[in-house]
């Protein structure tokens, strides 16, 4: 330790970096990776068969439409609910809500519950909003999170199969079946 004034201290030395590493070029095959992180929610999980749900298009509007109409009919934050289209064991697809907040905070259990009001307010907001129904906007179906999404989401779709669901009740499969 010195006393006095601070003296500077010596720049460290940086290795030069080998200029070979542009002049490579990858040969080997793209493949997609997903990194994620495991932690308990609540889930609620939908599986219907409906007219105009044949492809994964149709399904993400749909999705989209479900997940804003709760939103909009229980007055949940939409920050505080998400969801996916997902395939299950038998290889339907079908709808998983689940709520963002680690250990769940019951949104989904809300939305079970009122799936007549989720259903009313998606049809009021998708049939309501000016754009095309072949494309969508900020206004019904697109959101900041479901960006990738975008150009596939259709207004147009996920009215179709809102307007033709009957038994709602019959759609939430209890947990853990």
Excluded: K
């Amino acid at each position: 330790m010195r006393l006095g004034r601070p003296q500077p201290r010596p720049a460290p030395q940086v290795a030069p970096q080998p200029a070979a590493r542009q002049a490579l070029h990858c040969t080997g095959p793209l493949r997609w990776r997903s990194l994620a992180h495991t932690y308990e929610t609540d889930i609620l999980r939908l599986r219907l068969d409906a007219p105009g749900l044949d492809t994964r298009e149709q399904w993400h509007s749909l999705l989209y439409a479900v997940l804003e109409g709760a939103a909009d009919g229980l007055e949940i934050s939409r920050a505080d609910i998400d969801g996916v289209v997902h395939s299950g064991a038998d290889g339907r697809s079908g709808l998983v809500l689940f709520d963002t907040v680690p250990g769940g905070a019951g949104s989904v259990l809300r939305i079970a519950g009122a799936l007549d009001t989720v259903i009313a307010t998606a049809v009021r907001r998708v049939a309501s909003c000016d754009c095309g129904l072949e494309t969508s906007c900020y206004g019904c179906l697109r959101t900041p999170r479901n960006e990738r999404h975008h150009e596939d989401l259709s207004r147009g779709a996920a009215l179709t199969v809102l307007t033709s669901l009957n038994g709602l009740a019959s759609w939430a499969e209890p947990p853990g079946a």
